[in-house]
Protein backbone atom coordinates (compact mmCIF):
# COMPACT_ATOMS: atom_id res chain seq x y z
CA UNK A 1 0.00 0.00 0.00
CA UNK A 2 3.16 2.24 0.72
CA UNK A 3 4.53 1.87 -2.22
CA UNK A 4 1.30 2.67 -4.39
CA UNK A 5 0.51 5.66 -2.90
CA UNK A 6 4.24 6.66 -3.65
CA UNK A 7 4.10 5.73 -7.00
CA UNK A 8 1.03 7.83 -7.31
CA UNK A 9 2.50 10.78 -6.02
CA UNK A 10 5.31 10.43 -8.55
CA UNK A 11 2.68 10.10 -11.06
CA UNK A 12 0.85 13.32 -10.32
CA UNK A 13 4.08 15.18 -9.85
CA UNK A 14 5.31 14.70 -13.32
CA UNK A 15 1.78 15.45 -14.84
CA UNK A 16 1.99 19.27 -13.17
CA UNK A 17 3.09 21.75 -15.93
CA UNK A 18 6.86 22.59 -16.42
CA UNK A 19 6.41 26.58 -15.65
CA UNK A 20 4.88 25.16 -12.08
CA UNK A 21 7.36 25.54 -9.58
CA UNK A 22 7.64 22.39 -7.18
CA UNK A 23 6.11 22.82 -3.73
CA UNK A 24 8.19 24.06 -0.88
CA UNK A 25 9.53 21.52 2.07
CA UNK A 26 7.16 21.80 4.79
CA UNK A 27 8.57 23.51 7.68
CA UNK A 28 8.22 22.63 11.15
CA UNK A 29 5.93 24.38 14.31
CA UNK A 30 9.68 24.86 15.54
CA UNK A 31 10.83 26.40 12.33
CA UNK A 32 7.99 28.75 12.10
CA UNK A 33 8.13 30.11 15.76
CA UNK A 34 11.70 30.77 14.65
CA UNK A 35 11.03 32.75 11.73
CA UNK A 36 8.33 35.05 13.25
CA UNK A 37 10.09 35.65 16.42
CA UNK A 38 11.74 39.32 15.50
CA UNK A 39 8.12 40.54 14.19
CA UNK A 40 6.94 38.97 17.78
CA UNK A 41 9.69 40.48 19.69
CA UNK A 42 8.96 43.88 17.78
CA UNK A 43 5.26 43.73 18.49
CA UNK A 44 5.62 43.39 21.85
CA UNK A 45 8.14 46.56 22.90
CA UNK A 46 4.31 48.37 21.89
CA UNK A 47 2.27 46.27 24.00
CA UNK A 48 1.98 46.32 27.54
CA UNK A 49 4.26 44.29 30.25
CA UNK A 50 0.45 43.12 31.81
CA UNK A 51 -2.85 43.09 30.48
CA UNK A 52 -5.25 43.50 33.16
CA UNK A 53 -8.20 41.77 32.64
CA UNK A 54 -11.60 43.43 32.05
CA UNK A 55 -13.51 43.93 35.14
CA UNK A 56 -16.34 41.94 35.71
CA UNK A 57 -19.63 43.38 36.27
CA UNK A 58 -20.72 42.96 39.77
CA UNK A 59 -24.67 42.84 39.16
CA UNK A 60 -26.59 42.11 36.01
CA UNK A 61 -27.05 45.22 34.25
CA UNK A 62 -30.57 46.23 32.25
CA UNK A 63 -31.16 47.57 28.84
CA UNK A 64 -31.94 51.26 29.03
CA UNK A 65 -35.65 51.97 29.82
CA UNK A 66 -38.31 53.83 28.07
CA UNK A 67 -39.53 57.21 29.60
CA UNK A 68 -42.76 56.71 31.72
CA UNK A 69 -44.31 59.06 29.41
CA UNK A 70 -43.76 56.50 26.60
CA UNK A 71 -44.95 54.05 28.46
CA UNK A 72 -48.02 55.49 29.67
CA UNK A 73 -49.33 57.96 26.67
CA UNK A 74 -51.47 54.76 25.30
CA UNK A 75 -53.19 54.50 28.50
CA UNK A 76 -56.93 55.33 29.05
CA UNK A 77 -56.15 58.08 31.55
CA UNK A 78 -53.91 59.74 29.54
CA UNK A 79 -56.29 59.79 26.48
CA UNK A 80 -59.03 61.23 28.33
CA UNK A 81 -57.92 63.94 30.07
CA UNK A 82 -55.84 65.08 27.13
CA UNK A 83 -59.59 64.97 25.46
CA UNK A 84 -61.01 66.70 27.87
CA UNK A 85 -58.80 69.74 28.35
CA UNK A 86 -58.90 69.71 24.28
CA UNK A 87 -62.60 70.09 24.22
CA UNK A 88 -62.70 72.49 27.74
CA UNK A 89 -60.26 75.27 27.48
CA UNK A 90 -62.34 77.40 29.16
CA UNK A 91 -62.49 77.19 33.28
CA UNK A 92 -66.34 76.98 34.21
CA UNK A 93 -68.82 74.52 36.24
CA UNK A 94 -69.32 72.30 33.52
CA UNK A 95 -65.45 71.39 33.14
CA UNK A 96 -65.16 70.57 36.42
CA UNK A 97 -68.50 68.24 36.56
CA UNK A 98 -66.49 66.57 33.11
CA UNK A 99 -63.27 66.06 34.76
CA UNK A 100 -65.15 64.17 37.52
CA UNK A 101 -66.54 62.16 35.63
CA UNK A 102 -63.55 61.78 33.50
CA UNK A 103 -61.76 60.98 36.40
CA UNK A 104 -64.12 58.23 38.10
CA UNK A 105 -64.04 56.55 34.96
CA UNK A 106 -60.62 56.32 35.07
CA UNK A 107 -60.79 54.26 38.37
CA UNK A 108 -59.70 56.98 40.73
CA UNK A 109 -62.58 56.26 42.68
CA UNK A 110 -65.74 58.34 43.91
CA UNK A 111 -64.40 59.64 47.30
CA UNK A 112 -60.85 60.42 45.43
CA UNK A 113 -62.29 62.52 42.63
CA UNK A 114 -64.45 64.49 44.35
CA UNK A 115 -62.14 65.69 46.60
CA UNK A 116 -59.76 66.07 43.91
CA UNK A 117 -62.47 68.07 41.94
CA UNK A 118 -63.54 69.99 45.51
CA UNK A 119 -59.95 71.30 46.19
CA UNK A 120 -60.23 72.78 42.13
CA UNK A 121 -63.33 74.14 42.56
CA UNK A 122 -62.58 76.21 46.17
CA UNK A 123 -58.99 77.17 44.15
CA UNK A 124 -61.00 78.14 41.02
CA UNK A 125 -63.39 79.73 43.30
CA UNK A 126 -60.60 82.46 44.46
CA UNK A 127 -59.48 83.32 41.20
CA UNK A 128 -56.24 81.51 41.32
CA UNK A 129 -56.07 80.15 38.00
CA UNK A 130 -55.42 82.85 35.50
CA UNK A 131 -55.82 80.05 32.52
CA UNK A 132 -56.61 76.00 31.71
CA UNK A 133 -52.22 75.41 32.36
CA UNK A 134 -52.43 76.72 35.95
CA UNK A 135 -55.44 74.56 36.72
CA UNK A 136 -53.87 71.63 34.88
CA UNK A 137 -50.77 72.25 37.00
CA UNK A 138 -52.62 72.03 40.04
CA UNK A 139 -54.19 68.69 39.25
CA UNK A 140 -50.73 67.30 38.96
CA UNK A 141 -49.60 68.39 41.88
CA UNK A 142 -52.22 67.28 43.55
CA UNK A 143 -52.52 63.50 42.49
CA UNK A 144 -48.62 63.66 43.21
CA UNK A 145 -49.66 64.87 47.01
CA UNK A 146 -51.79 61.65 47.38
CA UNK A 147 -49.41 59.28 45.86
CA UNK A 148 -46.23 60.79 47.70
CA UNK A 149 -46.90 58.87 51.58
CA UNK A 150 -47.50 55.18 49.40
CA UNK A 151 -44.23 55.86 47.53
CA UNK A 152 -42.11 53.62 49.87
CA UNK A 153 -39.38 51.54 48.17
CA UNK A 154 -38.36 48.14 48.94
CA UNK A 155 -35.26 47.89 51.18
CA UNK A 156 -34.46 44.03 52.27
CA UNK A 157 -32.36 44.34 54.98
CA UNK A 158 -29.11 42.77 55.20
CA UNK A 159 -29.65 41.56 58.43
CA UNK A 160 -32.38 39.36 57.46
CA UNK A 161 -30.72 36.67 55.38
CA UNK A 162 -32.27 35.56 53.30
CA UNK A 163 -35.22 38.65 53.02
CA UNK A 164 -38.19 36.37 52.80
CA UNK A 165 -40.58 38.02 49.61
CA UNK A 166 -43.53 36.40 49.42
CA UNK A 167 -45.94 37.14 46.18
CA UNK A 168 -49.06 36.90 46.25
CA UNK A 169 -52.20 37.63 43.75
CA UNK A 170 -54.95 36.49 42.11
CA UNK A 171 -54.85 34.53 38.73
CA UNK A 172 -54.07 36.37 35.64
CA UNK A 173 -52.19 39.71 37.55
CA UNK A 174 -48.84 38.54 36.09
CA UNK A 175 -47.66 37.65 39.30
CA UNK A 176 -45.19 34.79 38.03
CA UNK A 177 -43.65 37.17 35.34
CA UNK A 178 -43.61 39.75 38.56
CA UNK A 179 -41.47 37.65 39.89
CA UNK A 180 -38.76 36.93 36.95
CA UNK A 181 -38.94 40.42 36.46
CA UNK A 182 -38.40 41.43 40.27
CA UNK A 183 -35.33 39.09 40.44
CA UNK A 184 -33.41 40.77 37.45
CA UNK A 185 -33.57 44.22 38.71
CA UNK A 186 -32.53 43.18 42.08
CA UNK A 187 -29.75 41.35 40.73
CA UNK A 188 -28.91 44.47 39.05
CA UNK A 189 -28.95 45.93 42.29
CA UNK A 190 -26.15 43.32 43.21
CA UNK A 191 -28.09 41.12 45.09
CA UNK A 192 -28.35 37.35 44.81
CA UNK A 193 -31.45 35.92 44.83
CA UNK A 194 -33.60 32.08 44.59
CA UNK A 195 -36.94 31.80 43.41
CA UNK A 196 -39.29 29.35 45.31
CA UNK A 197 -41.93 27.62 42.72
CA UNK A 198 -44.42 27.33 45.08
CA UNK A 199 -47.52 28.01 42.93
CA UNK A 200 -47.71 24.43 42.37
CA UNK A 201 -51.81 24.21 41.00
CA UNK A 202 -50.15 25.31 37.77
CA UNK A 203 -47.61 23.04 36.40
CA UNK A 204 -47.35 25.61 33.78
CA UNK A 205 -46.15 28.04 36.58
CA UNK A 206 -43.70 26.01 37.75
CA UNK A 207 -41.83 26.04 34.40
CA UNK A 208 -42.51 29.51 33.34
CA UNK A 209 -40.54 30.43 37.01
CA UNK A 210 -37.90 27.57 35.77
CA UNK A 211 -37.36 29.66 32.31
CA UNK A 212 -37.06 32.75 34.70
CA UNK A 213 -34.61 31.50 36.39
CA UNK A 214 -32.26 30.36 33.63
CA UNK A 215 -32.59 33.66 31.86
CA UNK A 216 -31.30 35.57 35.55
CA UNK A 217 -29.12 32.67 35.97
CA UNK A 218 -30.69 31.89 39.48
CA UNK A 219 -31.72 28.74 41.04
CA UNK A 220 -35.20 27.57 41.44
CA UNK A 221 -36.62 25.46 44.21
CA UNK A 222 -39.79 23.36 43.07
CA UNK A 223 -41.02 20.06 43.39
CA UNK A 224 -43.73 18.26 41.43
CA UNK A 225 -47.15 19.14 40.38
CA UNK A 226 -49.70 19.54 43.04
CA UNK A 227 -47.05 19.14 45.78
CA UNK A 228 -47.72 21.26 49.36
CA UNK A 229 -46.97 24.99 48.37
CA UNK A 230 -45.91 25.56 51.83
CA UNK A 231 -43.46 22.45 52.17
CA UNK A 232 -41.73 24.13 48.83
CA UNK A 233 -41.17 27.45 50.41
CA UNK A 234 -39.62 26.10 53.64
CA UNK A 235 -37.28 23.72 51.59
CA UNK A 236 -36.41 26.99 49.67
CA UNK A 237 -36.12 29.26 52.78
CA UNK A 238 -33.49 26.22 53.98
CA UNK A 239 -31.49 26.14 50.32
CA UNK A 240 -31.13 29.78 50.70
CA UNK A 241 -29.80 29.88 54.18
CA UNK A 242 -27.20 26.96 53.40
CA UNK A 243 -26.20 29.02 49.67
CA UNK A 244 -26.27 32.13 51.82
CA UNK A 245 -28.52 33.88 49.53
CA UNK A 246 -29.79 37.32 50.43
CA UNK A 247 -33.26 37.29 49.09
CA UNK A 248 -35.64 34.57 48.48
CA UNK A 249 -38.67 35.36 46.25
CA UNK A 250 -41.82 33.13 46.34
CA UNK A 251 -44.54 32.37 44.37
CA UNK A 252 -47.81 31.22 45.26
CA UNK A 253 -51.12 30.01 44.23
CA UNK A 254 -52.86 32.31 42.00
CA UNK A 255 -56.40 32.24 43.66
CA UNK A 256 -59.65 34.22 44.09
CA UNK A 257 -59.67 36.50 47.06
CA UNK A 258 -63.60 34.84 47.59
CA UNK A 259 -61.99 31.54 48.06
CA UNK A 260 -61.82 31.02 51.68
CA UNK A 261 -59.81 27.45 51.31
CA UNK A 262 -56.62 28.95 49.59
CA UNK A 263 -56.87 31.81 51.61
CA UNK A 264 -56.18 29.96 54.41
CA UNK A 265 -52.97 28.02 52.82
CA UNK A 266 -51.01 31.39 52.73
CA UNK A 267 -51.67 31.27 56.20
CA UNK A 268 -50.34 28.46 56.85
CA UNK A 269 -47.48 29.42 54.54
CA UNK A 270 -46.65 32.09 57.29
CA UNK A 271 -46.70 29.59 59.71
CA UNK A 272 -44.63 27.25 58.14
CA UNK A 273 -41.87 29.87 57.44
CA UNK A 274 -41.97 30.77 61.28
CA UNK A 275 -40.58 27.56 62.13
CA UNK A 276 -37.47 29.11 60.22
CA UNK A 277 -37.45 32.37 60.57
CA UNK A 278 -40.40 33.90 63.00
CA UNK A 279 -39.92 37.29 60.72
CA UNK A 280 -40.92 35.40 57.37
CA UNK A 281 -42.16 36.19 55.18
CA UNK A 282 -40.26 40.09 55.64
CA UNK A 283 -42.37 41.22 52.66
CA UNK A 284 -45.93 40.13 51.41
CA UNK A 285 -46.07 41.47 47.61
CA UNK A 286 -49.42 41.57 46.17
CA UNK A 287 -49.37 41.79 42.84
CA UNK A 288 -52.83 44.11 41.33
CA UNK A 289 -53.94 44.12 37.06
CA UNK A 290 -53.95 47.68 36.98
CA UNK A 291 -56.69 46.77 34.33
CA UNK A 292 -58.83 45.45 36.96
CA UNK A 293 -60.36 48.85 38.22
CA UNK A 294 -62.20 49.05 41.24
CA UNK A 295 -62.38 45.52 41.79
CA UNK A 296 -58.34 45.67 43.18
CA UNK A 297 -59.96 47.29 46.51
CA UNK A 298 -61.62 43.87 47.18
CA UNK A 299 -58.76 42.37 46.02
CA UNK A 300 -56.64 44.12 48.71
CA UNK A 301 -58.92 44.22 51.52
CA UNK A 302 -59.20 40.24 51.08
CA UNK A 303 -55.71 39.59 50.84
CA UNK A 304 -54.50 42.31 53.68
CA UNK A 305 -56.83 40.41 56.03
CA UNK A 306 -55.35 36.68 55.35
CA UNK A 307 -51.46 37.27 54.76
CA UNK A 308 -51.62 40.64 56.33
CA UNK A 309 -50.09 42.87 52.55
CA UNK A 310 -47.38 45.10 53.05
CA UNK A 311 -46.45 46.38 49.06
CA UNK A 312 -48.34 46.41 46.12
CA UNK A 313 -47.49 46.03 42.97
CA UNK A 314 -49.68 47.19 39.94
CA UNK A 315 -48.97 45.44 36.53
CA UNK A 316 -50.41 45.87 32.85
CA UNK A 317 -50.36 49.78 33.02
CA UNK A 318 -49.48 50.02 29.54
CA UNK A 319 -51.62 49.83 26.37
CA UNK A 320 -55.21 50.53 27.33
CA UNK A 321 -54.79 50.21 31.22
CA UNK A 322 -57.09 53.22 32.95
CA UNK A 323 -54.33 53.74 35.62
CA UNK A 324 -56.69 55.60 38.07
CA UNK A 325 -57.00 52.53 40.16
CA UNK A 326 -52.80 53.45 41.45
CA UNK A 327 -54.89 56.76 43.27
CA UNK A 328 -57.73 54.96 44.28
CA UNK A 329 -55.55 52.24 46.26
CA UNK A 330 -53.41 55.19 47.77
CA UNK A 331 -56.11 57.21 49.07
CA UNK A 332 -57.80 54.11 50.31
CA UNK A 333 -55.56 51.73 51.88
CA UNK A 334 -51.74 54.05 52.17
CA UNK A 335 -49.69 50.76 51.46
CA UNK A 336 -46.50 50.63 50.05
CA UNK A 337 -46.56 50.67 46.32
CA UNK A 338 -43.45 49.28 45.64
CA UNK A 339 -43.03 49.18 41.89
CA UNK A 340 -45.39 49.36 38.47
CA UNK A 341 -45.36 47.39 35.73
CA UNK A 342 -45.16 49.49 32.55
CA UNK A 343 -44.89 46.66 29.97
CA UNK A 344 -43.89 43.64 28.87
CA UNK A 345 -39.76 43.36 29.23
CA UNK A 346 -37.59 42.78 32.21
CA UNK A 347 -36.95 47.06 32.42
CA UNK A 348 -40.69 47.64 32.85
CA UNK A 349 -40.93 46.91 36.38
CA UNK A 350 -39.98 50.33 37.65
CA UNK A 351 -39.83 51.39 40.96
CA UNK A 352 -42.71 53.43 42.42
CA UNK A 353 -42.10 57.13 41.53
CA UNK A 354 -45.51 59.73 41.90
CA UNK A 355 -43.81 62.54 39.88
CA UNK A 356 -42.64 60.46 37.13
CA UNK A 357 -46.28 58.41 36.67
CA UNK A 358 -48.29 61.71 36.75
CA UNK A 359 -46.12 63.38 34.40
CA UNK A 360 -46.74 59.95 31.98
CA UNK A 361 -50.52 60.38 32.80
CA UNK A 362 -51.26 63.76 32.46
CA UNK A 363 -50.06 66.38 29.69
CA UNK A 364 -47.50 69.02 30.88
CA UNK A 365 -50.03 71.73 28.98
CA UNK A 366 -52.73 72.41 27.93
CA UNK A 367 -50.90 73.14 24.07
CA UNK A 368 -49.77 69.46 24.69
CA UNK A 369 -53.21 67.94 25.43
CA UNK A 370 -54.08 69.36 21.80
CA UNK A 371 -51.38 67.63 19.89
Not at 65 to 86: C, M, P, Q, Y
Not at 150 to 170: H, K, N, W, Y
Not at 248 to 265: K, P
Request: net charge negative.
Amino acid sequence: MLKFWKKKGAEETAAQPAEESQPEKSQTFSEILLEAAPALQEAAKETPASIEPSPQPSALSLPPKRTWRERLAGSVFNRDIRDLFARHPQLDEAFLEELETTLIGADVGVAASTELVEALRKRMGKREFADADALLACLRAELIALLIPVSVPLLPQSTQSPFVILMVGVNGVGKTTTIGKLARHLLAQGRSVVLAAGDTFRAAAVEQLKTWGERNNVPVIAQGSGADSASVIFDALQSARARGTQILIADTAGRLHTQSGLMDELAKIRRVLAKLDADAPHEVLLVIDGTTGQNAISQVRQFRAAIGVTGLVVTKLDGTAKGGVVFALAREFGLPIRYLGLGETAEDLREFDPAAFVDGLLPASLGDAQT
